[in-house]
C-alpha cells in the first residue's frame, strides 16, 4: 500500500501506479476521505446511472467532490481533480426514485482523462500512492502523538465526535490512516478538507491537520466561554424575572397593588398638586416617564427617583408672609438685642419697602464686627422680626465648590448644594439665610466657594440660580441673605461689591452691663436650673466681671463668667440642701472667679518718662498698647526695635526718630546728641505681631521724653501716622480705638484733625461724653498736650473733660 522514497520532496509515480477508467460520482457539500464509510443520497439521473454502472462491474467508483454545491448539472470544470477511489458497500433504491448508498473510500486518485460517456462520469484516475519519507520517521510519531492528545481535547469540546472515535483513533498505528480519519471529524470548511486531500506526503499532511485540530479546539473554548457568561446573564435575568413575578403573585395575594405602579401614581399626584417652575415640571414629567420604562430595583431608578424627592420636595413658590406691623418688627428686634442700632434701622426700611412693593429683591447685609457681638443672633432675631424661617450655613473652612452648587447625577451619592438643602429644610422660598464666616472660605484644586458664591449673592442673577444637581434653574431672588464676617480683608473684592456691609464694633461699657442684666443672666440661670429666688447679680458684680475678669469687644466671655458663677451657685444650693438668695455682689465675684485676669482703667497706673499710651486696631477690637522708649549710652547706631513688629511699624519708628534729629534745636538737644546715645522702641507682649502706621505720634512722644526726661500724661491715649515734616496724618478703626480707650478708663484721646468726619460714625454718645477727644494736626502740639510740665505738673492749655476740643493751632469745633 505505502512507498517509502529516500527522496526528501513530494514525488508521483505514474509509472508504478496504473490507471484505471471508472464511473464518477460528483458530491456536494461533502469530502470522502479514504478509510471513511459515508452513507450517500442521490437523486441526480447520471449519478444513479453511474451507481448502477459501478454496482455491475466491482463496485468500484471515484468521488470527487463539486466546487460549487448549487450546480445540479456539473461540468468538468465544476469537479475537482483529485478525489477518492472507492467501493459501494450497499446500495438502497428508495420509493421516491431517489439511491441510498453506502460507500467507502480506498485510496486517493487523480482524473487525468474524462471519456467520452453520455448517461454518466466516466474517467480515467491515476492512484495516488501516499508518500512516507523515512528521514521523517521521528518527526511523524511526534505528529501522531500530539494529534492523540489534541483530538481527546477537541472532541470534549466538539458534541458531534463520538466517545469511542477518541480509543479508536488512538489505537491507529498508520500515519496516513490517523490523518484521514482524524480530519474526516473536524468542523471546517470543504475547500480545506479537499487541500487536505491533495497532500499525498503524510509528515505535511499530519502538520496541517495538527495545526487545524488546535485552531478548531480555540476556537470552540472560546464558543464555551461565550456560552457559559452567557448562560450566566440569562440566569441572573431569569432568576430576576422569576423573583419579581412571586414578589408580583405575593402582593397580589395579600391585596397590595404593584409597588412600582402606585410610586409612578403618587410622583403622578404629587406633580398634580404642586406648583413647580414651568422647565421643573416639565423635568419632572421626563423623568416619571422614564422611570416607568425601568426595573423597580435598577440602581438608575433609585438615582431618577431621588431626583424626582427633590425636584418634588423644593418650596418652589411657597412662602411665609410676615403679617407684623413695623411697629412689632422693631419691638422684637428691640426686645431680642440691645445697641445695634443701623442693623435695625436697615431692617426697618427694608420692611417698610416691601410693605409698599409687590415684589422686593432680596437684600444682602454682610454684618462685620470681632467675634461676640452678636452677628449670628441678630440675623435669628431679624427672621423671627420678619416672621420668615430661619437657615445657616457655616462657611468656615469651606473649600469645595460643589458645597455650593452641588455635584452632578452622574457621581455616585451625588445630592444639590448646601444652598438647595437648607432650603428644603426651611420649606420656605423667603427664609433669612444666614451665611455665616464668609470671611473664612478657603479654595483647593476642588474650586473656589467664593466664585461659587457671587451667583448667589447678585440680586441681578440669583433668580436664575443653576444647581449641578437640579439641572434646573431656581429663584433665590426672595431670600434675605446675611453674611458675617470679623474682617474684610479676606473676602475677594468682588464679593464684598455685590453686599452692604454694616459694621458691628465693640460693645462699651453701659451696654455690656445692659446686655449682662437684661439677656445673659436670665439665659444663664435657666440654663443652670436657677430662678430668680435662687440667685441675684447686681450692677456692681456685673461691673466687676466686666472690667476685671474679661477684656473683649463682645460678651462671649462675659456670658462664660456667669456661667461659671451660676454653676458655683448651683452646687452649694445642692450641697446645703436649703433653698435660698445667693446674692453676687462686686466683693463676691472674686471669691467665685478667683484673682482678676486684668487690670481695669490702670495703664501704668502714674505718669512715666519714655511710656506712651497708643491705640490699636484688632479683629477682636480696638486695645491700648503701651509704646516704650529708652535711651543708652552709645555710638549711635540706628534706632533699635522690638515687640514683633511689622515692616510698616518698624518704618514708622525710623520716620519718628528722623524727625526728633531734624527737630533737636526746637527740643534744647545738642547738635550731634544721637552720635553719643543709643535708642530702643520696645512694644510689650511680644509674641503678638503687631503692624501698621498709626503708633507714630505715640513713638516720637516716647522717644522726646525719654531724651528731655519728661514724663507722658498716663490718662492721654493717642493715634496717628507721622510724616517727615511732623505732619499728623488720618488713621482707620477710629470707634473700635475710642471704645478701647474708653474700656481703659482713658481720660484724653489725641486724634488726626482729618478724622473729625468719623466721630459722627456710630460712635456712642456716652463714650463722646466721657472722653476729651483733642484734634491735632502736628507732633509739636500732641507734645504740648502730652507732656508733663516740670513746674505745674500739668499739660500747657488743659481742656477739661467733657469737651470735644482741637487744639489752639486748629481751633475749635462743635
Known amino acids: 500500500m505505502f512507498t517509502f522514497s529516500r527522496n526528501k520532496e513530494k514525488t508521483n509515480s505514474n509509472d508504478n501506479n496504473g490507471e484505471i477508467v471508472i464511473p464518477m460520482l460528483p458530491l456536494r457539500d461533502v469530502v470522502v476521505f479514504p478509510h471513511m464509510i459515508v452513507p450517500l443520497f442521490v437523486g441526480r439521473e447520471k449519478s444513479i446511472n453511474a451507481l448502477e454502472s459501478a454496482m455491475k462491474e466491482e463496485k468500484g467508483i471515484f468521488l470527487a467532490a463539486q466546487r460549487s454545491a448549487q450546480k445540479d448539472d456539473p461540468t468538468e470544470e465544476d469537479i475537482y481533480d483529485f478525489g477518492t477511489i472507492g467501493n459501494i458497500i450497499q446500495l ?59 483530538f481527546e481535547s477537541y472532541s470534549k469540546l466538539s458534541k458531534k465526535v463520538p466517545n469511542e472515535i ?41 502538520e496541517k491537520i495538527y495545526g487545524m485540530i488546535i485552531s478548531e479546539t480555540e476556537v470552540l473554548e472560546v464558543e464555551e466561554r461565550i456560552k457559559r ?107 431680642d438685642h440691645y445697641g445695634l442700632k443701623k442693623v435695625k434701622e436697615r431692617i426697618l426700611e427694608y420692611l417698610a419697602v416691601q410693605t409698599l412693593l409687590e415684589k422686593n429683591k432680596g437684600s444682602i447685609l454682610c454684618l462685620v464686627g470681632p467675634p461676640g457681638v452678636g452677628k449670628t443672633s441678630v440675623a435669628k432675631s431679624i427672621a423671627r422680626a420678619t416672621n420668615r424661617q430661619f437657615v445657616r450655613l457655616s462657611l468656615g473652612g469651606l473649600r469645595d465648590e ?37 470671611d473664612k472660605l478657603s479654595s483647593d484644586f476642588r474650586g473656589d466657594p467664593a466664585s461659587a458664591l457671587l451667583e ?64 445673659l ?19 456692681g458684680a456685673l461691673l466687676t466681671i466686666i472690667r476685671k475678669f474679661t477684656r473683649e469687644a463682645g460678651v462671649r466671655n462675659l456670658e462664660r463668667e456667669i456661667a461659671s458663677i451660676c454653676r458655683k451657685v448651683a452646687r452649694k444650693l445642692v450641697a446645703d440642701g436649703i433653698e435660698k438668695q445667693v446674692k453676687v ?32 486696631w484688632t479683629e477682636v477690637g480696638g486695645e491700648l498698647l503701651g509704646i516704650e522708649a529708652t535711651v543708652v549710652k552709645g555710638t549711635g547706631k540706628p534706632i533699635l526695635t522690638t515687640g514683633k513688629l511689622g515692616d510698616v511699624m518698624q518704618e514708622s519708628a525710623q520716620a519718628a526718630w528722623t524727625f526728633v534729629r531734624s527737630k533737636a534745636d526746637y527740643l534744647g538737644l545738642p547738635e550731634n546728641f544721637y552720635k553719643e546715645m543709643d535708642v530702643h522702641i520696645h512694644v510689650p507682649e511680644g509674641a503678638i505681631p503687631k503692624d501698621g502706621p498709626s503708633a507714630g505720634v505715640a513713638m516720637v512722644t516716647s522717644i522726646v ?109 462743635a
Not at 415 to 428: F, R, T
Not at 521 to 539: C, H, P, R
Not at 589 to 615: A, C, F, M, N, S
Open 229 to 335: 457568561r452567557v448562560k450566566k446573564q440569562m440566569e441572573k435575568t431569569q432568576k430576576d424575572y422569576y423573583l419579581n413575578e412571586q414578589m408580583r403573585a405575593i402582593q397580589k395575594e395579600m391585596g397590595e397593588e404593584d409597588a412600582s405602579k402606585n410610586e409612578i401614581k403618587e410622583i403622578e399626584k404629587r406633580l398634580k398638586e404642586k406648583k413647580l417652575s414651568e422647565e421643573a415640571h416639565k423635568k419632572v414629567k421626563k423623568e416619571a416617564q422614564k422611570l416607568k420604562m425601568m426595573a423597580p430595583m435598577s440602581a438608575e431608578a433609585t438615582v431618577v427617583r431621588n431626583y424626582i424627592d427633590w425636584l418634588l420636595d423644593l418650596p418652589w413658590y411657597e412662602k411665609t408672609v410676615n403679617d407684623k406691623t413695623l411697629h412689632d418688627s422693631e419691638h422684637i428686634l428691640e426686645e
Open 585 to 616: 455682689t462686686s466683693k463676691k465675684v472674686e471669691r467665685y472667679l478667683g484673682i482678676p485676669k486684668y487690670r481695669h482703667g490702670e495703664t501704668e497706673g502714674q505718669d512715666r518718662v519714655g511710656l506712651t499710651i497708643g491705640l490699636a
Open 705 to 813: 521724653s525719654a531724651l528731655m526726661k519728661k514724663k507722658v500724661r498716663s490718662e492721654v491715649a493717642m493715634t496717628g501716622e507721622i510724616t517727615l515734616r511732623g505732619r499728623v496724618l488720618p488713621i482707620g478703626g477710629l470707634k473700635e480705638k475710642l471704645l478701647a480707650a474708653h474700656r481703659g478708663h482713658i481720660k484724653t484721646v489725641l486724634i488726626p484733625s482729618e478724622n473729625r468726619k468719623d466721630l459722627e460714625d456710630d460712635i456712642p454718645r456716652n463714650v463722646l461724653k466721657e472722653l476729651e477727644i483733642l484734634f491735632v494736626d502736628h507732633v509739636d502740639e500732641v507734645l504740648k498736650i502730652a507732656l508733663v510740665e516740670e513746674e505745674s505738673g500739668k499739660k500747657a492749655n488743659f481742656i477739661p473733660p467733657g469737651s470735644i476740643q482741637m487744639s489752639s493751632h486748629t481751633g475749635a469745633t
Open 92 to 150: 438502497l433504491r428508495l420509493p421516491d426514485g431517489t439511491v441510498k448508498v453506502l460507500v467507502e473510500g480506498k485510496k486517493r486518485g487523480l482524473i487525468t482523462e474524462y471519456l467520452d460517456n453520455p448517461d454518466f462520469f466516466l474517467v480515467k484516475v491515476e492512484e495516488q500512492r501516499e508518500i512516507v519519507n523515512a528521514d521523517k520517521m521521528v518527526q511523524i510519531q511526534a505528529l501522531m502523538r500530539n494529534i492523540t492528545e489534541a
Open 402 to 438: 460643589a458645597e455650593i452648587r452641588g455635584h452632578r447625577r452622574t457621581y455616585i451619592g451625588a445630592l444639590p448644594g448646601k444652598i438647595v438643602q437648607l432650603l428644603k429644610k426651611a420649606g420656605s422660598n423667603n427664609p433669612v439665610f444666614c451665611l455665616d464666616e464668609i
Open 166 to 206: 477518541i480509543t479508536s483513533i488512538a489505537s491507529i498505528d498508520e500515519p496516513a490512516k490517523m490523518a484521514d480519519v482524524a480530519v474526516s471529524y473536524l468542523t471546517i470548511k470543504l475547500e480545506e478538507k479537499q487541500r487536505i486531500l491533495e497532500i499525498t506526503e503524510v509528515a505535511h499532511r499530519l
Open 456 to 519: 448667589v449673592l447678585d440680586p441681578e442673577q440669583n433668580f436664575a440660580f443653576n444647581d449641578n444637581y437640579l439641572e434646573v434653574d431656581y429663584d433665590l431672588s426672595d431670600i434675605m441673605f446675611i453674611t458675617t464676617a470679623n474682617v474684610m480683608q479676606t473676602i475677594p473684592a468682588p464679593l464684598q461689591d455685590r453686599m452692604e456691609v454694616i459694621r458691628i464694633a465693640g460693645y462699651t461699657e453701659p451696654e455690656k452691663l445692659n446686655i449682662a442684666r437684661k439677656y
Open 521 to 539: 443672666v436670665t439665659k444663664q440661670m435657666e440654663a443652670n436650673g436657677l430662678t430668680e429666688k435662687n440667685i441675684s447679680f447686681t450692677d
